[in-house]
C-alpha cells in the first residue's frame, strides 16, 4: 500500500513548493518580513514538504 503512496508525497512536495513561491511572488523582501500571515502560510508550506520528506525517507527508503 505505501508504494502507491509515493507519487502522492510527491505530488504534496511539489504543491507545497509551488504554493510557498506564488505566495512570495511579487514581494520584496521588506514586505515578506512585515507580511506575518504570509510568513505563516510559507512556514506552513515548509511544514508539508518537510512531513512529506519525512515519510518518503521512512516508507521508500530505496528511492530517498
Known amino acids: 500500500m505505501s508504494e502507491t503512496r509515493l507519487p502522492d508525497y510527491l505530488d504534496h512536495m511539489r504543491q507545497a513548493a509551488?504554493?510557498?513561491?506564488?505566495?512570495?511572488?511579487?514581494?520584496?523582501k521588506e514586505d515578506f518580513l512585515h507580511d506575518k500571515r504570509t510568513q505563516q502560510a510559507v512556514v506552513m508550506s515548509l511544514i508539508i514538504i518537510g512531513e512529506a520528506a519525512t515519510k518518503?525517507?521512512?516508507r521508500h527508503v530505496d528511492f530517498a
Open 18 to 28: 509551488t504554493d510557498a513561491c506564488d505566495f512570495v511572488d511579487g514581494l520584496s
Open 56 to 58: 518518503i525517507m521512512d
